[in-house]
């Protein structure tokens, strides 16, 4: 782990209400959404453009709340669990957001899968430390340790986090594809959902878009790594774990590509991808030791 640095900054008062209000703010709004996605999905289609509102609504007020934690903090809000986490579940909603503009309202389903995924990110930041006191999550404002202050650190988490919002707006794709194969087609549910077809072109899009950019996060963070301890790898287990990912969709990728794999075969593909990259956040930092102490 990196040393913790000494001394806190200081914030003020009203600062410190502003940020946590914003970001329980934010929190209800994606929550809102998340309820309003998945009335939708049982039906109502008159929900889908409510719930696509509010979650531009939270979008925005989670914006305000990064835009309040840099003034705060005084850098970019990058470092640590909770920080990298609302960056990861901010850009998520971009990313889906982006997709649903272009691809309009037959994708207001997605938004019932990938919600409920941001919640559960938002869970892993908020509830799971008041179950699991091991697990601790600290939301100090403390300043970057020198081996921190690097460009190649700021391009290296940027990249990270869409890689990520990538892979799981793929994993939703791929549960949805699942149930599509699985419930019956004049069901409620068989009817809301977009044909497998859509799916499987959709989870291969959002692949591709995060493996992009989990591929220039590993060489940025490559570079960074040779700036800072004079290697470009070390073998730390998060750094073994982000190759894992990276391969996983890889395998996806190229199979697909070039063998024209589509089916059961890539949803399990890109669900055990999903399940690395959640790995490689959560699971790396508590069950294994290493340099790695944000994302």
């Known amino acids: 782990m990196f040393d913790r640095p000494p001394g806190l900054i200081p914030v003020s008062p009203l600062g410190m209400q502003v940020e946590n209000v914003l970001f329980m703010l934010s929190m209800i709004a994606y929550l809102l959404a998340t309820i309003g996605y998945l009335v939708n999905l049982s039906g109502k289609k008159e929900w889908g453009p409510f719930a696509s509102t509010l979650l531009k609504v939270a979008f925005l007020v989670h914006t305000a709340f990064i835009v309040t934690r840099t003034i705060n903090v005084q850098r970019p809000p990058f470092v640590g669990h909770y920080e990298f ?40 930041l908020t509830v799971i430390p008041s179950i699991i006191p091991a697990v601790y999550i600290s939301r100090s404002h403390r300043p970057l340790p020198p081996v921190l202050q690097s460009d190649w650190l700021t391009i290296h988490v940027i990249t990270s986090v869409f890689g ?6 793929a994993f939703a794709a791929a549960l949805m594809w699942f149930l599509k194969e699985k ?38 963070g490559a570079i960074w790594a040779d700036i800072s301890w004079g290697r470009y790898w070390g073998w730390d287990p998060k750094e073994m774990w982000s190759l894992i990912t990276w391969f996983v969709f890889a395998v996806y990728l190229h199979a697909r590509f070039t063998r024209g794999w589509t089916g059961m075969r890539t949803v399990a593909l890109v669900s055990v991808g999903w399940f690395a990259m959640l790995f490689t956040w959560v699971g790396v930092a508590w069950l294994l030791s290493g340099i790695h102490s944000f994302g």
């Open 85 to 124: 986490g609302n960056l990861f579940i901010w850009a998520t909603a971009l990313v889906y957001i982006w997709s649903e503009w272009r691809l309009k309202d037959k994708y207001f389903a997605v938004g019932a899968f990938l919600t409920p995924l941001a919640m559960l990110y938002f869970a892993y």
């Open 164 to 169: 990520y919002a990538g892979f799981t707006l």
């Open 183 to 220: 419930v019956d087609s004049r069901s409620l549910l068989g009817k809301a959902l977009p044909q497998v077809r859509l799916l499987d072109e959709y989870m291969y899009r959002a692949a591709a878009f995060g493996f992009l950019f989990q591929t220039v996060m590993i060489i940025s």
